[in-house]
Every structure is written in structure tokens, then in C-alpha cells.
């Protein structure tokens, strides 16, 4: 059993780190490669490479590639070079481009009378035009694309194409059609046992029973592929079926289902090289989850990042999932105002995408009937004016619709717009103090888990190398020089573990989240005290029995920590005072020092963190701050805070 666990890591990690010395291997390849058809096939294996890790460069790669092919004129490579093309500006999501290279791949396969990669070409085609919203012109290469699958008798391929055109159907709204070839591209991936097509297949049929709200058929399908997905490492198949088990889960009301969707996704994304569409994805699926658990705070931070993106990219399906998301966590949180804005730029973006989609569909029409017009000039002279006359008129009449539905639209944009900004008048401290109070609590709530995470993961195994370390020494016989330098890296390890301890409590005491402030504020400086650099007198007034809010008493302990370090960094004194008083709902806070002192008027130039991080807490806490201080003569500074 032992030899076999290590043959498995053995091979992770060989599968792990293959990729990157293949890659180093091929590039040092080409640095002394001539330019023939080994440099061709080199320049290939260098983009495949690149293909899943940086786009760009394997653009690059295929764009020298190219130019090497033409140089010695290898025709043989063309058709998978600009094939290469089609797969990289797909990727990139620039379409047209990858249109232009699809077509030069077909009519090099024809030159070379090649149905095989005919069919490739025509099935890559179809995609190209699916996306370019040119949905006739997809249903038409799709069905000429199984045709020659068939013909050809490719079965390896047959899932694909099912999959493509359940895919097609389910945008043109057929659902039907869609289930029908879902299905038969499952069948067809398990009969030819194609994993690709089969993945792609489940997928879109996945998809489809989402549209139709047949969740619980969607999560079974999606579950299924994240499994094979995962079994013959496909990215980006896993991603997609996390990703849609996700809004499955959501669109069912399945939290536990939702949460853990959300957390392998993230688990799977960590570190990875992902592109911005599935960033934003992500971040979507995260504000799904947070809704769910009521943390509306945390849905819109995750909604905000995605915006970032989504906005910079020009994403438009994320971009308008995130405005409608962003809308709905506005109204939850009863800031109408925000909801209601966000609402509005979903609804005036969706009809940009709509009026946008209406054009490409006008161009697409538009080029189909000039080049129908080319070929039937002579024959259909008088038919073909007819048709453009009404053709043009439909235009004008499309557009004054249009034009009209926009003025209507703008008319009632500015009238909310207005009244938008005199809400948003009367809100506006509130948010502040909203925002001020979500970054100090974000801040405080990450000190912790780091604390607990360096306290029980870190500390736990530096723990245990130490149990390890000390079982091994009386089980060893060592030399003297030995046993010496063992002890000193017993005695190494031990000073790791206090300095780790010393870590963790400095992000978040146990002792103020456990007894208090006062009893916080207590251990911390009898731990000054007892460092030796200071010293340091700690009295309290009123405090006992006194119960503060967490979030008070986290800030007013970060605003004393800040404070003493200040004195330790530069007022160089040897005697320092904190005092605590409550009285009359009266939080006061003294620090003073016999310090070196400074110009108090210093301050307002200082730009230091420390100082920065003060004044926002105290902004968040509505308190007042006095400075006292004269070189040579110390230091006093005192807070108040209202409760």
C-alpha cells in the first residue's frame, strides 16, 4: 500500500511539472532549428503549449508558424495552421478573425481534397457563426457539417456536432430540437466512446434543462460531467459544469448544494491561469451563494469585482447577469435607490445587446442578399428589386420604431435619473458610514482567520515536526558535533513556534475576542512590559461589568496598539501610561508618554498608514481626537467615543 501511494505522488507530480520542462525543452529546440518542416512542426508544439496557459504567445508561435509555412511554401501545413488560428482567436472571443482563417481552412481542404479536415473546418464554422449571431448561416453548416461527419463516417466527431446543434437550438428558443440532438450526442460520446464530445454534449443538454427549469435534470447531468471532466483533466469542462451547477442550485433554492458548487470552484480556480469570462463567472456564482446565506455585503463586494472586469472586457452576457444580481441584493438590502439604478442598466444594456443582435441579423440578411443577387442577376433582375424596395422599407420602419422606443426610454432615464439624485443626496453619509464600517470589519474578520489559520494550521505542524524531531533523537545515536547542532534546530524550531504565536496574537488576540478589551488591553502591555523596551502602566476605570460591541472593542484595541507602537518606534521614552475610563456612555482614552515629543502640527503632513488607519477608525466610531505634544516634553493624546 506504502509503495503504491508513492508511485501515485510520483506521478502527480511528473504530470504536474511535465508540462513546463516539455515547454523549456521545445524552446530551447528552436533556437538552433533550420527553417524547414521540423522548425513547422516545432513552432506547432510550442502553441499547443501555450494554447492553455498564455493565448497571446501562442498567437505568436502560430503567427511565426505561418510565416515559416509560406517562406518554404509547405502547403501540407497550412490547413492545420489556420486551423490553429480559428482555436486561438475562438479563445480570444474575436470572432470575425477567427471567421477569416475558417475560411481559408476550408478552401485549403478542398484544394487538398481532404473531406477530414473539411469537416473540422465546418464544424468550427458553425461555432463561429453561433456567436456571430448569425444563426441561419449556423444551422446551415451544422447540418452540412453531420452530413460529412457521416458521410466520412467520423464517429469520433459525431457527439460534437450533436452537442453544436443542441447548442443552436437552445439560443434560437427550439427547445425541443435541443433536447432531441442533446441527447443523441450523449449517446453518440458513449457509443464512440468520445469523452470531448460527450462533455459538450452534456453540457449544452444541461443548459437546455435549465432553460426549461428542469433543474434537477440539469444538476444530475452537471454532476456527470464535472466527474468525467475531472477524470480526463479537461479545465475547461470541470469549470463550465461548476459554474452551471452553481445557478442549477441557485435557480432550485439548494443552499447546501450552492455552497458546495461555490467552494469547489473556487477551490478549482485557485491559482489557475483563467480567463476574464470565467473570473467574472466566478465571482457570479460566489455572489449566488452569498445571497442565499443572507450575506448581501459579500454578494455585491463579489458582484463590484466582477463589474470591474466584465465592464474593462466588454463581457456583455456577465455584465448583464451581474446587473440584474446587483439589482436584486439592492433591493434586499432596501437601498431602492441603488437597486433601482442598477435595474436600469440592465434593462438599457439588454436592449443595446437586442437592438445590436437586430443589426447583425439585418447585416447578415443584407450579405446574403447581395451575394444571392450575384449569382441570380440575370434571372431574377425584376424579383430582386421587389424584394429590396421592401426590404429597405422594412428598414426605415425598424428604425423609426426604434428611434421612438429610444426617445421614449431616454424621456423616462432622465425623469428617474433626477429623481435618482435626490435620494442619493439624502443617503449619502449613511453609505459612507456603511462602506467605512464593511472595510474594517472585512479587515478585522481577515486578521482573524489568518490568525486561526497561522494558530491551528501552521502552528499544528510545526508542532508536530517538533514531536517528530524529538521522538527521532531518542531513537538515534548521534555523535557530540551531531546531537549539538540537532539540539540547536530543535531549539530554531522552538523560536519559530513563539514568533508564529506572537504573529497570530498580534493579528487578533484570542483574549479580546474571548474576556474583553479590558482584559486584552491588559495582557498586551504587561506583555510590553515584559519585553523590556518599555514601561508600560495599564489602569482602567468602570470597566467591569461594561459589555462593548465586538466591532467597538476591536477598533478601540487597534487604535491603542498603534498608538504604543508609535511611542516604541519614535518617541524614545522609558515610562508610558494607558488608561481606559467609561463613564456616561463615555468611552475615554489616554495615552501619554515622556517621550522626545514633536510639533503637533507635524501631523497634518503625515502620511503614514499607521496614522491613516487612526483616523479612520475613529471616523467609523464618531470619536474626537486630542493631540497634546511639545519637544522635549512628551507626549498626550486623548480619544472620546459616544456610545
Not at 126 to 151: P, Q
Not at 194 to 223: F, H, P, S, Y
Not at 412 to 420: D, G, I, V
Request: aromatic share 10%; hydrophobic share 40%.
Amino acid at each position: 500500500m506504502c509503495k503504491y501511494f508513492i508511485f501515485l505522488i510520483l506521478v502527480s507530480v511528473n504530470t504536474v511539472c511535465g508540462q513546463p520542462n516539455n515547454l523549456d525543452i521545445l524552446l530551447r529546440s528552436l533556437e538552433d532549428a533550420k527553417d524547414d518542416t521540423n522548425k513547422v512542426n516545432l513552432l506547432y508544439n510550442i502553441e499547443r503549449e501555450y494554447f492553455s496557459i498564455n493565448i497571446d504567445s501562442a498567437l505568436y508561435y502560430n503567427t511565426k508558424c505561418e510565416e515559416l509555412i509560406l517562406k518554404i511554401d509547405a502547403h501540407e501545413f497550412k490547413h492545420r495552421c489556420f486551423h490553429e488560428f480559428v482555436r486561438i482567436y475562438h479563445a480570444k472571443k474575436d470572432f470575425k478573425k477567427a471567421l477569416e482563417y475558417c475560411l481559408k481552412s476550408i478552401k485549403v481542404a478542398k484544394e487538398n481534397s481532404n473531406k477530414f479536415q473539411e469537416a473540422t473546418s465546418y464544424r468550427a464554422i458553425f461555432n463561429i457563426y453561433l456567436n456571430l449571431n448569425m444563426n441561419d448561416s449556423a444551422v446551415k453548416y451544422a447540418i452540412h457539417s453531420i452530413n460529412l461527419t457521416t458521410e466520412i463516417r467520423d464517429t469520433t466527431n459525431l457527439a460534437t456536432n450533436y452537442g453544436n446543434l443542441c447548442w443552436l437550438y437552445l439560443d434560437l428558443n427550439q427547445y425541443d430540437k435541443a433536447l432531441e440532438y442533446g441527447q443523441k450526442g450523449v449517446k453518440a460520446g458513449e457509443q464512440y466512446l468520445d469523452t470531448v464530445g460527450l462533455l459538450i454534449a452534456i453540457n449544452n443538454l444541461a443548459l437546455c434543462n435549465i432553460r426549461m427549469n428542469k433543474n434537477e435534470q440539469a444538476i444530475e447531468l452537471l454532476k456527470r460531467q464535472y466527474e468525467i471532466g475531472k477524470l480526463v483533466n479537461r479545465e475547461r469542462s470541470v469549470r463550465n459544469a461548476l459554474i452551471n451547477l452553481a445557478y442549477a442550485y441557485y435557480s432550485a433554492g439548494d443552499m447546501e448544494g450552492l455552497e458546495k458548487s461555490t467552494a469547489l470552484l473556487n477551490d478549482y480556480n485557485n491559482n489557475a491561469n483563467i480567463d476574464d469570462y470565467n473570473k467574472c463567472m466566478q465571482y457570479i456564482s460566489n455572489a449566488y451563494n452569498y445571497i442565499y446565506q443572507k450575506k448581501f455585503q459579500l454578494a455585491e463586494n463579489q458582484l463590484l469585482e466582477g463589474l470591474k472586469i466584465a465592464k474593462a472586457e466588454s463581457l456583455i452576457d456577465p455584465l448583464l447577469t451581474i446587473y440584474v444580481t446587483l439589482s436584486k441584493v439592492k433591493f434586499a438590502q432596501h437601498e431602492f435607490v441603488a437597486g433601482n439604478y442598477y435595474e436600469e442598466k440592465w434593462d438599457s444594456l439588454d436592449q443595446a445587446e437586442k437592438d445590436n443582435k437586430l443589426s447583425e441579423y439585418e447585416a447578415e440578411l443584407k450579405t446574403k442578399y447581395e451575394t444571392e443577387k450575384k449569382d441570380n442577376q440575370l434571372k431574377l433582375q425584376h424579383a430582386e428589386i421587389a424584394k429590396r424596395k421592401g426590404f429597405n422599407h422594412a428598414i426605415s420602419v425598424i428604425t423609426i420604431f426604434i428611434l421612438i422606443i429610444f426617445l421614449l426610454v431616454y424621456r423616462n432615464f432622465k425623469q428617474k435619473q433626477k429623481l435618482q439624485q435626490q435620494r442619493i443626496l439624502q443617503l449619502e453619509a449613511e453609505k459612507q458610514l456603511s462602506a467605512a464600517e464593511a472595510v474594517l470589519k472585512g479587515e478585522e474578520q481577515e486578521r482573524t482567520r489568518l490568525a486561526k489559520d497561522l494558530h491551528d494550521g501552521l502552528g499544528g505542524m510545526l508542532s508536530g515536526i517538533k514531536f517528530s524531531l524529538n521522538t527521532m533523537k531518542e531513537n538515534l545515536i548521534m555523535t557530540p558535533e551531531n546531537a549539538q547542532a540537532f539540539e540547536r534546530s530543535i531549539d530554531m524550531l522552538d523560536s519559530s513556534i513563539q514568533e508564529m504565536r506572537r504573529v497570530a496574537h498580534n493579528l487578533m488576540p484570542e483574549t479580546l475576542l474571548k474576556f474583553g478589551l479590558d482584559t486584552a488591553l491588559k495582557d498586551f502591555c504587561s506583555y510590553i512590559n515584559g519585553s523590556g523596551v518599555l514601561k508600560l502602566n495599564y489602569q482602567s476605570f468602570g470597566m467591569e461589568n461594561t459589555r462593548i460591541e465586538e466591532s467597538v472593542s476591536v477598533s478601540v484595541y487597534r487604535i491603542i496598539q498603534e498608538l504604543v507602537n508609535n511611542i516604541l518606534k519614535h518617541a524614545n521614552a522609558g515610562f508610558a501610561l494607558v488608561q481606559l475610563t467609561f463613564s456616561n456612555e463615555t468611552l475615554l482614552i489616554d495615552v501619554e508618554d515622556e517621550g522626545k515629543g514633536f510639533e503637533v502640527t507635524a501631523l497634518d503632513k503625515q502620511k503614514g498608514i499607521g496614522w491613516k488607519n487612526i483616523h479612520s477608525r475613529l471616523e467609523y466610531l464618531n470619536g474626537k481626537l486630542d493631540v497634546q505634544s511639545e519637544p522635549g516634553k512628551g507626549t498626550s493624546i486623548h480619544i472620546e467615543i459616544n456610545r
